[in-house]
């Protein structure tokens, strides 16, 4: 799958901007704005119908970007006078702008908050990425070109990142393909969402985890702790392929990595305990995933006895769209309740004379949880999880084709997040701007959002990570200073 996180995958038109470390950021020629439809209508209120996207990020970017959580955030409390700060931290980090035209500028990086506001303001990106810290100020990258070892330019801190596509869903996706969202499809985000994040908190530890809406059909993870950020590639690739379960296709049926044992790792059980709450109450009947022989063939194929498989796939096609004998009233879920019926019968396994009873209560058990797995267990893009200096779109950037913000979600209510109507949009900000009391020429004009729907978003990414985030930064920089206070020094 192409991922969002990779610029320049699918565009037609693609200009690496390199710049010498003397050349300033304002310096990389700007496309030439087109003219803005300005169209006022009752009151002070403008009609933004006609504007594109980019035609609204000047004004988007000027007076509702919040660039100052997004400093604090990115500074990991190297941003105060704390001496144990590292002042240096926040310039060494990779910002990648992709312009208007499809214009791709990596390697760009600014001093603080208010350099990073101004280039912002000044450029006008259509999308920003957020690549690594690195061991010298990117834009000085060419003075280390040829050199070896840790005196190479190399990145050496990035966040722990995942991306899930609705796209890789497809194959299990009846309410849309391809850049198709609705709230039918949702709840394999949510659900998804659910168990990264509690496999992420529980079996590994870690705390500081936001998660953000790509502004279209998907979602993305930030996993922030130090020592998140500090994994090299290897233990990155190792974290997402335990968590990935699913590994593609092949001939049309899912392949996964669940172990053929009795027992399975606690993560898969928990994983497992999570999609059995929202499998027949929401994702059967909703994606009717057992109402085409497609989809039915595919799931069966995840049965071990042929004798069972074929009964269930004469049954269900002599009975086409019709009732089976079940206590529930829709089809998918009475076709299910009739497929975990049939599992107890099972006679035959491949490769086994006669089985074991307990052999046949595993293989029971395994063909129930594979199927479940294969229809909606997250389908991560572990491409994008494996290496340190991959970019990732940038929390509140703007989607350039939907012009939804990509704003965070709270994890613990996931499934009540709507990606249809409950995502703001940057026309319907800037309308609420216009319909409240606040000027443009207020001395606060960084935080103009706090009079539209994005004060929402805004709160869900303090309460939902950033506010835990800055005390721990805190409580990090007073650990620092401790343990300098403990060494011994020759000074008199």
Not at 136 to 153: I, M, W
Not at 388 to 404: R, S, Y
Not at 481 to 492: D, E, F, G, M
């Amino acid at each position: 799958m192409a991922s969002d996180a990779t610029p320049g995958n699918k565009r037609q038109k693609i200009e690496n901007i390199d710049k010498s470390p003397d050349q300033d950021d304002h310096d990389v020629a700007m496309p030439e704005a087109a003219a803005s439809p300005v169209k006022a209508v009752a009151g002070n209120v403008s009609d933004y119908s006609s504007w594109s996207v980019q035609q609204l990020m000047k004004m988007y970017y000027g007076r509702l970007f919040p660039h100052q959580d997004m400093f604090k955030w990115l500074a990991y409390g190297n941003d105060s006078k704390h001496p144990q700060a590292d002042l240096a931290y926040f310039h060494k980090r990779e910002f990648c702008f992709t312009l208007d035209g499809d214009i791709f500028v990596r390697y760009q990086s600014f001093k603080d908050g208010e350099e990073l506001r101004a280039a912002i303001n000044n450029k006008l990106p259509a999308k920003i990425d957020i690549g690594p810290v690195y061991n010298v100020d990117p834009k000085h990258r060419n003075a280390y070109a040829g050199l070896e070892g840790n005196r190479k330019f190399m990145p050496v801190e990035r966040e722990l990142v995942f991306d899930i596509d609705l796209t890789d869903y497809d194959d299990v996706r009846t309410c849309g393909k391809g850049a198709h969202i609705c709230n039918k499809c949702w709840p394999l985000m949510a659900v998804a969402i659910k168990i990264l994040d509690a496999g992420l908190r529980q079996d590994f530890g870690f705390k500081h985890i936001l998660w953000v809406f790509s502004g279209r059909r998907g979602v993305h993870a930030w996993v922030c702790d130090p020592r998140a950020r500090k994994m090299s590639d290897e233990a990155r690739s190792a974290v997402a392929s335990f968590l990935s379960v699913h590994k593609g296709q092949e001939k049309g049926i899912s392949r996964l990595s669940t172990s053929a044992a009795s027992k399975d790792h606690p993560f898969l059980d928990a994983a497992y305990q999570c999609l059995e709450e929202v499998w027949t109450e929401v994702i059967l009947p909703q994606q009717q995933l057992f109402e085409s022989s497609e989809h039915w063939t595919a799931a069966l194929a995840h049965i071990p006895d042929p004798d069972v498989r074929d009964k269930l796939g004469r049954a269900w096609s002599n009975n086409g769209k019709g009732r089976v004998s079940s206590d529930s009233d829709d089809l998918n879920v009475a076709r299910w309740n009739e497929l975990v019926h049939e599992l107890a019968s099972m006679s035959r396994l491949p490769n086994k004379d006669k089985p074991s009873k307990a052999q046949l209560q595993a293989a029971e058990s395994k063909a129930k949880k594979d199927i479940v797995f294969a229809c909606a267990y997250p389908r991560l893009d572990i491409e994008v999880s494996k290496k340190m200096n991959h970019l990732l779109k940038a929390p509140f950037c703007v989607h350039p084709k939907t012009g939804k913000v990509c704003v965070p979600i709270d994890p613990e209510n996931a499934e009540n997040f709507d990606p249809m109507d409950g995502v703001p949009t940057v026309s319907q900000l800037l309308t609420d701007l216009d319909q409240s009391d606040v000027k443009q020429s207020t001395a606060d004009m960084q935080n103009q959002w706090k009079h539209t729907a994005l004060q929402k978003a805004v709160a869900d990414f303090h309460d939902c990570f950033l506010d835990d985030l800055l005390a721990s930064n805190r409580d990090e920089l007073a650990r620092k200073a401790r343990k300098a206070v403990s060494q011994p020094t020759t000074r008199w």
